[in-house]
């Protein structure tokens, strides 16, 4: 799905694919979640592809001053489980440390762009799709969390928790 994305930001294409990898992968190797869960690289590819492929997922990428990524967010389209109405799962939402000294407009940037994909896929849909846009403190900082909560509440309406079973007690988690 070609999106017209705001400025600052663009859809991400086959070419940023080894970019974005380095991207996804430095994430989980700076989450907490690491720790306990390995990342799998094929798994990481094949959720680029997705959106690079266009075949139901959208990324939309910020690009730092070097050309590195500064900022990016994934998506993918699909069904809720009970449903056949399409709604837009928030897989990744995040803007490196050394970006967010560009205070919240990198991340205003990032939510303009899932918002605007929401907009595209609901236009014809009998029901509106919906942007789910969970995050947790086991893949984000810890320290991220509030922040992130509060950011997420500017642009939809919470509607539940995560909760995940298993973890050692250790785990470095705010909740």
Known sequence: ???DPPAGIRQAEPKDERA??????S??????????????????VSAIQLGTQRRGGI????DGPDGSIAASAGMLVD???????????????HVRAEHRKEGVAHYRHLFEFCLLAREMLSEGQPHPVLLDMS?????????LVEAKDRLFGRFGRRVGSIFLAGLPEDF???S
């Open 1 to 3: 799905m070609p999106l």
């Open 20 to 25: 974005l990898f380095a991207f996804l992968k």
């Open 27 to 44: 994430l989980h190797e700076t989450s907490p979640i690491s720790k306990i869960v390995p990342y799998d690289p094929g798994k990481i």
């Open 59 to 62: 990324i939309g990428i910020i």
């Open 79 to 93: 069904e809720w489980w009970w449903s056949q109405t399409p709604a837009i799962f928030l897989r990744w939402f």
């Open 135 to 143: 995050h947790d403190s086991a893949i984000d900082d810890a320290e």
């Open 172 to 174: 470095p988690i705010k």
